[in-house]
């Protein structure tokens, strides 16, 4: 079985995005980068198909040579064999529609009997790269899954829906995109980590893939930061139970939200 | 001039909220463009769907029902395709639902337009339309502009307010689907409910969570007393799901779900950034927390500085007597 994982390298969560003015671009050094969490279910999903019946794990991504760190450590070092970054300039600042066409190309190349991704990044937190390169490449999707069992050349997905999950058959060649609740992600072991480096790793451009760097659909305008919350009003009383039942009185009578 | 569809979900019949906030709100935007606001109903009925869009402002309802009854995303896709193709809408509003999430990019792709997610402000601006979303966990907001028309636009549910504007009943014309064309490959054998008649996260006005403060499973019982008093949803922060205490389903955060209501009562939760990533666009926050130096105050517009398994139950009780 041949295997893809479309992943992205995003800023840790704990990062710091300082704005003092609107600004129509985002000052991006210093951020520490790491695997989208979500991503980290695809991988560890792939790995376990492969444990179970064989094949072949290759990690795809588009991004900058400084993607390589995390390709290897939390993918070639879990167990994907080999990896492939698209690193072209012209993808600077690419929107959904123009990095799923890329990365669909890339895709293409390869055969493979399952295209798994995260269900979003957590950077630009959009969601819909998965879905949009299963409609470039004509295949079946079946998003937000959170429990997986493939039968011969079809599969059975949970998918999280509200207030309880869809159960959908499938045929393969098709495209998952993974949710927590998926799979407990292992975590790279040092030695792991040391012979992740002798794996294959193939860096190639736009041109490579035989593709025009295609155009954003989407313009940014502006980025700005969250407006600032008032500050906290503490709600006291002789006791708990009084601060209590005084927030009961605030919370109908003034905030009127109950 | 402008004319903007709104998508409005039915599942088992059932209308989601976030439709009747969407044509509200496109009803202002197309007010002052110069456009008309229609309703797209894919399965359902028709004639009650009308009812309610037209009373929060839409003008018309285009309704395609053949196949269309339970969703999935090839027959729905192309059927929003189709609409879109034959009567042109410049901007399409689709609720960040679940199905949403998964319609939106599936007829973006189809029809080569741009798609942008979950939004919580929508302007029309310098000639264009400006969307506003929360990125980097909410820690940033950004405009986003879309080259194309039709552009497909996710509306985060509550964002908007639905306006009950007493309008009549919305013209209704069926239109085709495009269903002779679609064998689906993904199908959706059955459907589970989880949780039978709880109120969802994503959609509830008032959200009632706890974090490791509640110290064990069995002491979410005090979350789910207080949520049942406010008819509200029960949510949890990563280290409650994490430690097993409640299933994931009910997690706010950067790695679980966004939530938008009038009301979210944090209970023993410190506020890390992650989970003030999936609450923080709530309009009102409560705070509950024995440490008076944790992050959640920073963010809370009331908060109590105590031990919630004091709080807590008399806040119901209080709230039961209230509510009556
Ligand atoms: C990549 C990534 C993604 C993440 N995603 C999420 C996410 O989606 N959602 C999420 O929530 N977290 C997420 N986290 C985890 C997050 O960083 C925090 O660890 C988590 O939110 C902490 O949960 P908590 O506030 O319940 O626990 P703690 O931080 O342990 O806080 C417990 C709070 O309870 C208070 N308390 C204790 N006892 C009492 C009492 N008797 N009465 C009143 N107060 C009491 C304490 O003062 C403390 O403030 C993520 C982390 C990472 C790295």
Known sequence: MKIAVCVKQVPDSETRINLAAPAAKLDQTGFTRVLNPYDAYAVEEAVRIKEARGGEITAITVGPETVKETLKKDCLAVGCDKAIIINDPALAGADEAAIAEVLAAALKQGGYDLILFGIKAIDDDSGQIGILVAEKLGLPHVATITKLELGEGTLTAHREIEGGKEIVDCPLPAVLTCQKGLNEPRLPSLPNIMKAGMKPMQVVTCADLGLTPPASLVEIRQYSPPPARGTCRLVTGDDAAAAARELARVLNEEAKVI | ?????????????????????????????????????????????????????????????????????????????????????????????????????????????????????????????????????????????????????????????????????????????????????????????????????????????????????????????????????????????????????????????????????????????????????????????????????????????????GDLFEVLPALTKAVKEIRG
């Open chain 2, 1 to 305: 001039m402008a004319n903007i569809a709104v998508f409005i979900e039915q599942r088992d019949g059932a209308f989601k909220k976030v439709a009747w906030q969407m044509i509200s709100q496109a009803r202002k935007l197309a007010d002052a463009s110069g456009g008309e606001v229609w309703g797209v109903l894919l399965g359902g009925d028709p004639a009650a769907a009308a009812a309610l869009a037209g009373k929060h402002g839409a003008h018309r309802l285009f309704a395609a029902g053949d196949q269309l009854e339970r969703y999935d995303s090839e027959r729905y896709g192309t059927a929003l395709a189709a609409f879109c193709r034959t009567q042109k809408p410049d901007l399409v509003l689709i609720g960040a639902t679940a199905l949403g999430r998964d319609l939106g990019p599936t007829a973006a792709a189809k029809l080569g337009c741009a798609c942008i997610s979950d939004a919580i402000a929508l302007k029309f601006e310098g000639g264009a339309w400006e969307v506003r979303r929360p990125i980097y966990a909410g820690k940033c907001f950004v405009d986003v502009v879309p080259k194309t028309a039709p552009a497909i636009v996710g509306i985060r549910p509550n964002a908007f307010v639905a306006q009950d504007g007493g309008g009549a009943a919305a013209a209704v014309t069926a239109f085709d689907a495009g269903q002779a064309q679609v064998t689906p490959r993904a199908i959706v054998r059955e459907i589970v409910g989880s949780d039978g008649g709880r109120v969802e996260l994503t959609e509830a006005d008032i959200v009632v969570s706890g974090g490791r403060g509640i110290k064990g499973p069995e002491n979410y019982v005090l979350i789910e007393e207080l949520a049942a008093a406010l008819n509200a949803a029960a949510g949890a922060s990563r280290a409650v799901v994490d430690a097993g205490w409640v299933d994931y389903s009910h997690q706010v955060g950067q790695t679980g779900k966004t939530v938008g209501p009038n009301l979210y009562i944090a209970c023993g939760i410190s506020g890390a950034i992650q989970h003030l990533a999936g609450m923080s666009s709530s309009k009102c926050i409560v705070a509950i927390n024995k440490d008076p130096a944790a992050p959640i105050f920073k963010v809370a517009d009331f908060g109590v500085v």
